[in-house]
């Protein structure tokens, strides 16, 4: 697993609600990324960070925003939830050496009522 | 608009039988290729990965790749159960060599 974990697992929230998830790895990787996984969408990159302090937009950022301030922790916050963002959430690693592969934490599934 | 399109399936085989799952890219500058499997309300689970033209084998999964024609697939051979899941086929793009993905082929294998 990469020593990702992500909390929470699950979490049910209200529109118009500030929302943080958190992704945390032990292993010391220098980029980290967020997906959402939606049927029929497959994943698709919402943030993604190449070291401290320093990130970039991916396909669908609109409504989020992340921040990094320590090399093992990467939060995405949804500043206002809204319906639309009910999906399933992954973080994700990309190792070194340069093969590009990225492993994946165990997820969290948000629903916006 | 990059764009990774595979079969949308669902894919169903009988067991012992090999399942054949196929993706199209449409960056032909994309250098390297993945296959995860993901079971349901599980995480993305790397298989394999792939960088040249020819043929990857990895115990039962042999990955595909064909650059001129924008094509990677993977086959299992020997099927089972245990195999069935969603398989995503993945491709590097961009300077932050961030993945896209194809919305994944479900695969059945029947017993």
């Known amino acids: 697993d990469a020593g990702i974990t992500q909390s929470p697992r699950h979490k049910v929230t209200e529109t118009g609600t500030p929302v943080t998830l958190r992704c945390h790895q032990t292993?010391?990787?220098?980029?980290m990324y967020w997906y959402r996984q939606d049927p029929g969408h497959g994943l698709r990159l919402i943030h993604y960070?190449?070291?401290?302090?320093?990130?970039d937009k991916g396909e669908v950022s609109d409504g989020y925003s992340v921040s990094r301030s320590k090399t093992e922790d990467f939060l995405l916050t949804l500043e206002s939830a809204t319906s639309s963002q009910t999906s399933v959430y992954f973080c994700a690693v990309r190792t070194s050496g340069g093969t590009d592969t990225q492993y994946f934490g165990p997820g969290t599934r948000l629903t916006v009522l | 608009q990059k764009e990774v399109e595979q079969n949308s399936g669902p894919l169903s085989v009988p067991e012992g039988a090999i399942a054949s799952l196929n993706c199209t890219y449409s960056d032909r500058g994309s250098q390297s290729f993945f296959w995860y499997r993901q079971y349901s309300g599980k995480s993305p689970e790397l298989i394999m990965f792939?960088?040249?033209?020819g043929d990857k084998e990895d115990g039962r999964f042999t990955a595909q790749l064909n650059k001129a024609s924008q094509y990677v697939s993977l086959l299992i051979r020997d099927s089972q159960p245990s195999d069935s899941a969603t398989y995503l086929c993945?491709?590097?793009?961009?300077?932050?060599?961030?993945?896209?993905f194809g919305s994944g082929t479900q695969l059945t294998v029947l017993p």
């Open positions: 792939i960088y040249s033209n």
């Open positions: 292993e010391n990787h220098r980029y």
């Open positions: 960070s190449y070291g401290v302090k320093d990130t």
């Open positions: 993945a491709v590097v793009s961009g300077s932050a060599r961030q993945l896209t």
